[in-house]
């Protein structure tokens, strides 16, 4: 029997690192190394080497990948868990290790570890706290021990200045969604064994798709520490273990909640869901004109949005071309909504409507806001039921209606912007009445409201035919 | 009615999904919040994956991810956003990843407003994160484009490698026009870098990390002849009524509707305008601008910014004529007018 034979998860050689090497960049007595052999140990033993993705972070194990032979991806600072998820999101089978020390997931990966476990992703993370940050020389860590000196605390930390070292199973462990959490230590043989049961514990939830499984490794850098292996075990133990408590803090049956994967549809019925309507049969398709530059004018809630939209239907119902923007930018003012409809035969080319040839104001801000604006011999709709005042220009034609009143009688005032269109339409013939019935069944949602709209059309047009016509 | 009128910002979502997009990514954000509120909808509606990431740092992160694993991955932002991802940019590049990122331009810097700006040009088209590397940029200037160029982006993403971006602004984000959808599902291939979580695809590596000097030196110029490949192969443009152009205006987005309707104006009062409108904002059409430069007098490139694009019209077309910037910022859009009678004044001097 082969004692100390290497984990079949592990590469043999190391030939990233470079050809024919048998040996780790970690210095002697590190954790690393020992982390490494437990997480190779229990993907062997799980038989799940083909299935995994080993996220290495940044820091001193960002070189994992010279190891582990399994699907490698590297990340950047921090992000080795968003960076799992993706992968997680991408291929439902994989299990995922998301590798990390105390900088990169206490540190500058705080957000993306906190996220990550509260959505209870589907990862083994695996968090290297060995109070300093290694890769970089020996700064301050999150985790460094309050007096502890490093290259950024040279006279050590204090807490007023640096605050206290963080606790992340204690944090984590406020989360509903995670299912394992367990802090386990490298300071002894003995130790070492309930941490290579936490690390199979951690990757056996993946399998079982438990969900968010976390194994914080207090791990010793003896380098950085400024100690000898042996010594900085011992200083593992006896300094490390009293703040960050051992043990398990949670070991979930079930996991709180399972994300539902819903089946991709097919092709034909993607194609389906973004289908366009079916031929309207329209009776007639009146030639247009002149291009059409419409401003529709309200206050928020009238409906002007979707009046703009409603006209923009007809328009390519009618096979013509159109433009519908909201009001947006420097023209928003005075707290009125509005929407700017381009209808053309032609390719639009600024959608901006600037100089109206026909001003649908619905309230009287938007008549004050918009009146100059209409070109010369253009047309503004006058909505008498909110505006008292009359146009002061001579240069338009004004059309007075009461359309508040007129889609009140129809059965809905909100339907005072279809009133005002079918007179629109009415007015300048762009686009026909029959268009405007034959698409607000399309584009009203509340099946309730098709016939009072439709209604509200109709006592627009006769009323248009017996007090508009004609009138200057 | 086989044409349907869809807001820009949906458009996207739509071109995305039958472009075979299956994941997306995000973090709302005014003026390209609707992108992720169709995608919301439609991803996860129709079994594709949608995500709200915690912030945009972790959602470019997802992306790459997500992209490792050979996904077709996406997502919307607008500058801010964008800023925040530019890490995450560098190491897609890096690591040559297929990535689609639709960039509805506000107005900055810092918070700016959420009027439009085009500000993110420089970002954007010149990188944006470090390193030497360049990515893709489309830029639609219309609801039917926002859908086409997202259909087309993720092949195009696939075939060289890289981030593609879709630069647009918070008009072409907000209009509804006529789109024709496409009417072809098409799908992810299987790549032979991607990490499947599978025995084939075990050996793959993805990283952006190459501590020889040697090796990220070889790494770099590679990437450089790539792009290179991508100048000679990918570079897009539209031109109107250049045939007699005296005068040219240069535009994108919605600064480009903006000219267009000035060129017809201007024609109208004898004034022998045209328009080059590149759709491709790198790779540049350089080469076209230069020969259209021994044709007209001067070109006018119009934007809402501090003239980013216009640097490198001056660079293409070497400085052999004068380029002249109309410029707006801070969330202010040119009417036409304004354009017309301005360049009327420059055009007849």
New interface residues.
């Given amino acids: 029997m082969v004692k100390h034979a290497k984990p079949r998860a592990f590469y043999d050689e190391f030939f990233r690192r470079g050809p024919g090497e048998k040996n780790t960049t970690y210095c002697p007595g590190c954790g690393h190394g020992n982390a490494h052999k437990l997480i190779a140990e229990a993907i062997t033993e799980l038989g799940i080497q083909d299935r995994t993705v080993f996220i290495s972070p940044v820091g001193c194990s960002v070189f994992a990948y010279y190891y582990f032979d399994t699907g490698n991806v590297q990340a950047a600072h921090g992000r080795a868990p968003a960076v799992a998820t993706g992968v997680a999101r991408a291929r439902e089978d994989a299990i995922l290790i998301s590798y990390q020390g105390d900088g990169d997931l206490a540190g500058i990966g705080m957000g993306a570890i906190m996220h990550a476990a509260n959505r209870g992703e589907h990862m083994a993370v695996f968090f290297i706290n060995n109070a300093i940050y290694g890769m970089t020389g020996g700064q301050m860590a999150p985790t460094t021990l309050v007096g502890q000196r490093t290259l950024t605390t040279p006279d050590g930390r204090t807490a007023g200045r640096e605050g206290f070292p963080i606790g992340m199973c204690e944090i984590l462990d406020k989360l509903t969604a995670p299912v394992f959490i367990e802090r386990v230590s490298l300071g002894d043989p003995g130790r070492i064994i309930r941490a290579r049961r936490a690390v199979k514990k951690a990757l056996t939830n993946q399998v079982d798709r438990k969900g968010f499984s976390f194994v914080e490794i207090l791990s010793p850098c003896p380098i950085n520490w400024k100690m000898t292996p042996v010594e900085a075990r011992k200083w593992l133990i006896a300094n490390l273990e009293p703040l960050f408590p051992l043990g398990s803090f949670r070991n979930l049956e079930e996991p709180p909640a399972a994300y539902g994967y819903r089946k991709p549809v097919s092709d034909q019925e993607l194609l389906e869901i973004f289908a366009a309507e079916k031929s309207l049969n329209l009776e007639s398709r009146r030639g247009l004109v002149e291009d059409q530059y419409v401003k529709i004018a309200g206050f928020g809630g009238q409906g002007v949005m979707s009046a703009g939209v409603l006209l923009a239907n007809c328009a390519i119902a009618e096979e013509n071309n159109a433009t519908w923007l909201p009001s947006y930018g420097p023209e928003m003012r005075g707290g009125t909504a509005n929407a700017g409809v381009i209808v053309s035969r032609d390719q639009i080319g600024s959608p901006v409507v600037d100089h109206a040839n026909f001003l649908i104001a619905m309230n009287g801000p938007s008549l004050d806001s918009f009146e100059d604006s209409v070109v010369p011999g253009g047309t503004i709709l006058v909505n008498t039921s909110l505006i008292d005042r009359k146009v002061r220009r001579s240069d338009v034609k004004v059309l007075y209606a009461p359309l508040t009143e007129i889609a009140a009688q129809a059965g809905l005032t909100a339907a005072a912007t279809v009133a005002a269109l079918t007179m629109y339409a009415a007015e300048t013939g762009a686009v026909s009445l029959d268009t405007i019935k034959k698409v607000i069944p399309l584009s009203i949602k509340k099946k309730s409201l098709i016939d009072v709209n439709i209604k509200a059309v109709d006592l627009a047009a006769e009323y248009h035919a017996n007090n508009l016509r004609g009138q200057i | 009615?086989?044409?349907?009128?869809i807001k820009g910002n949906e458009a996207v979502v739509?071109g995305a999904?039958?472009g075979g997009a299956?994941?997306f990514?995000g973090y709302p954000i005014t003026p390209a919040s609707e992108i992720a509120h169709a995608a919301a909808q439609?991803f996860?509606?129709?079994?594709?994956?949608f995500?709200q990431?915690?912030?945009e740092?972790?959602?470019i992160?997802?992306?790459?991810?997500?992209?490792?694993?050979?996904?077709r991955?996406m997502t919307g932002s607008s500058g801010p956003g964008i800023a925040l991802m530019a890490?995450?940019v560098s190491?897609l590049a890096g690591?040559e990843l297929p990535a689609v990122i639709v960039d509805v331009q506000r107005a900055g810097p810092g918070l700016g407003n959420i009027?439009?700006e085009q500000s993110d040009y420089n970002m954007v088209v010149k990188g944006g994160g470090h390193g030497n590397y360049r990515n893709i940029v489309l830029a639609p200037f219309s609801a039917q484009e926002m859908c086409d160029f997202t259909y087309r982006a993720f092949e195009i993403a696939e075939k060289y490698r890289m981030t593609v971006f879709i630069l647009t602004d918070?008009?072409i984000g907000?209009?509804?026009?006529?789109v024709l959808?496409p009417?072809e599902?098409r799908h992810a291939p299987r790549h032979d870098w991607a990490?499947?979580?599978?025995?084939e695809?075990?050996?793959?590596?993805?990283?952006?990390?190459l501590m020889s000097t040697e090796l990220l030196s070889e790494h770099n110029w590679k990437l450089q002849e790539k792009y290179k490949k991508v100048e000679a192969e990918l570079v897009e443009w539209e031109e109107y009524e250049t045939g007699d152009a005296e005068y040219l205006f240069s535009a994108f987005g919605?600064c480009a509707?903006?000219?267009?309707?000035?060129?017809?104006e201007l024609r109208n009062k004898g004034i022998k305008a045209g328009l080059l409108r590149p759709k491709t904002l790198f790779p540049f059409p350089e080469k076209r601008f230069r020969e259209l430069a021994k044709q007209v007098k001067s070109v006018v490139v119009v934007e809402m910014n501090n003239g980013q694009m216009a640097r490198d019209v001056e660079h293409a077309v070497r400085c052999s004529i004068p380029v002249l910037r109309y410029n707006w910022m801070g969330?202010?859009?040119p009417?036409?007018?304004e354009v017309t009678e301005r360049a009327q004044k420059d055009m007849r001097g």
């Fill in positions: 009615m086989d044409r349907q009128l739509f999904l039958l299956t994941h990514f439609y996860n509606g129709t079994g594709r994956c995500l990431a915690e912030d740092v972790n959602a992160n997802m992306i790459y991810g997500a992209a490792s694993a050979g996904a991955v890490e995450g190491y690591a009027w439009a918070a008009y907000q209009i509804m026009e006529p959808l009417r599902v990490v499947y979580a599978d025995r695809s075990r050996g793959n590596l993805v990283t952006s990390i919605i509707r903006i000219c267009l309707s000035a060129v017809h969330g202010m859009v009417s036409t007018q």
